[in-house]
């Protein structure tokens, strides 16, 4: 079985430090991959916490997770060794419901296996990215173009799929007016699509200090949410606005600037659920959602789109023992605009 090397949380809200672990010996299905970057989610910052109710531990977090190749199983036919992979939050699911049939594994009716913190059909838990290397089905395993910076595609394994599924769904399009709310690592992917489909981007923040750089990803114009006044001028005016705010927030307020028959789309998911008035979906015929992650065929199309339009996450490299910095900075919004742990720091 493969030896892994990578970093845990041993207990709740513990800090991160090394820990050794085995990976299963790859079957016939699937890719071994030596892991090169590895994206850093506010969700891993949430689970290593247990915001999100009981979890597993020891728990490697990491599913924004870019290496290369290094052995397949006899079966496999869509990767060989050496070549770029990618893997995301999930590394497998039941394969037989709806949701699977139509390539939505990331609703499927009996869960999916996620990256980390789960568990694997055959009962073994699941470790993620910020690690040396890791064995997942091909089913799973995404391809990556060598045309982009590997180190700053990592993001897009869950940050760019999470923005990009709701933004094709909801068809956000040119002569659209977009508000984003929240410039963090999911934020600035959803800026950075919303404006590469053509729609008029506003980016609501709470960090004054960011506007210039959301002009720079995209945002035709930066709103600065705590200012009552500023909001008000954008009242019923929004086709469709995606939040992905990490903490308790005001969504009426948010709710109140979509149009009449828009929608807004939940992705942040803090650690207490928001407050609805009723009444600001029911005098505007509005829609209110959620959205989670992306499948793996719609994964691969928002890759090859990325590829094909140079589309890359805005990074800030970090090495593994950095990682309990990087979460304090993270919970203090001090993120630009993604930190990817360089895995070839990861040393014995
Ligand atoms: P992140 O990089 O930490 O960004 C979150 C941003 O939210 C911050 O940078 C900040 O932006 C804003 N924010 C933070 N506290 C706020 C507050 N009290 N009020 C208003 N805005 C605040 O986090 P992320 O990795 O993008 O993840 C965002 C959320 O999405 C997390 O809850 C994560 O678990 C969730 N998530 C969901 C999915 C899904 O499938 N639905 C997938 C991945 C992640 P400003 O400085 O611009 O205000
Ligand atoms: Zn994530
Ligand atoms: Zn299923």
């Known amino acids: 079985m493969p030896a892994?090397?990578?970093?845990?949380a041993l207990?709740?809200?513990?800090?991160?430090?090394?820990?050794?672990?085995?990976?299963?010996?790859?079957?016939?299905?699937?890719?071994?991959?030596?892991?090169?970057?590895?994206?850093?989610?506010?969700?891993?910052?949430?689970?290593?916490?247990?915001?999100?109710?009981?979890?597993?531990?020891?728990?490697?977090p990491g599913h924004e997770i870019v290496g290369r190749v290094v052995k397949v199983g006899a079966h496999v036919k869509g990767f060989k060794p050496g070549d770029l992979a990618g893997v995301g939050?999930?590394?497998?699911?039941?394969?037989?419901?709806?949701?699977?049939?139509?390539?939505?594994?990331?609703y499927c009716d009996k869960g999916f296996v996620g990256t980390y913190g789960s568990k694997q059909k055959d009962g073994t838990p699941t470790y993620g990215g910020y690690s040396n290397n890791i064995v997942v089905d091909e089913a799973f395993t995404l391809r990556i173009s060598p045309k982009l910076n590997p180190a700053a595609v990592a993001p897009l394994l869950c940050a760019g799929i999470t923005t990009w599924s709701p933004l094709r769904h909801w068809k956000v399009s040119k002569g659209q007016k977009i508000g984003i709310?929240?410039?963090?690592?999911?934020?600035?992917?959803?800026?950075?699509?919303?404006?590469?489909?053509?729609?008029r981007v506003v980016l609501f923040t709470t960090s004054q200090a960011k506007a210039e750089d959301a002009r720079r990803l995209g945002a035709d114009e930066?709103?600065?949410?705590?200012n009552k006044d500023e909001m008000k001028k954008h009242a019923r005016s929004f086709d469709f606005i995606l939040d992905t705010v990490s903490a308790p927030h005001d969504i009426n307020a948010l709710l109140g600037l979509v149009k009449r028959d828009g929608a807004m789309t939940l992705l942040g998911v803090p650690p207490?659920?928001?407050?609805?008035?009723?009444?600001?979906l029911i005098f505007a015929r509005r829609q209110l959602g959620g959205s989670l992650i992306g499948g793996i065929r719609e994964t691969q199309e928002m890759l090859d789109y990325c590829a094909e339009h140079g589309i890359v996450s805005d990074i800030e490299m970090i090495p593994m023992h950095k990682i309990n910095e990087a979460y304090e900075r993270m919970l203090k919004s001090d993120v630009k605009y993604r930190f990817v742990i360089d895995l070839a720091t990861l040393k014995p």
């Open 89 to 106: 939050c999930m590394v497998d699911s039941c394969r037989s419901c709806p949701s699977c049939g139509e390539g939505l594994e990331q």
């Open 222 to 226: 930066v709103v600065v949410s705590r």
């Open 272 to 280: 207490a659920d928001p407050s609805l008035k009723v009444g600001n």
């Open 181 to 199: 709310v929240g410039l963090g690592g999911l934020g600035h992917m959803g800026v950075k699509f919303a404006h590469s489909f053509g729609a």
């Open 4 to 8: 892994s090397l990578g970093y845990a």
């Open 11 to 60: 207990s709740p809200k513990a800090p991160l430090g090394p820990f050794r672990f085995e990976r299963r010996e790859p079957g016939p299905h699937d890719v071994q991959i030596e892991i090169h970057y590895c994206g850093v989610c506010h969700s891993d910052l949430h689970q290593v916490n247990e915001e999100w109710g009981t979890a597993t531990f020891p728990m490697v």
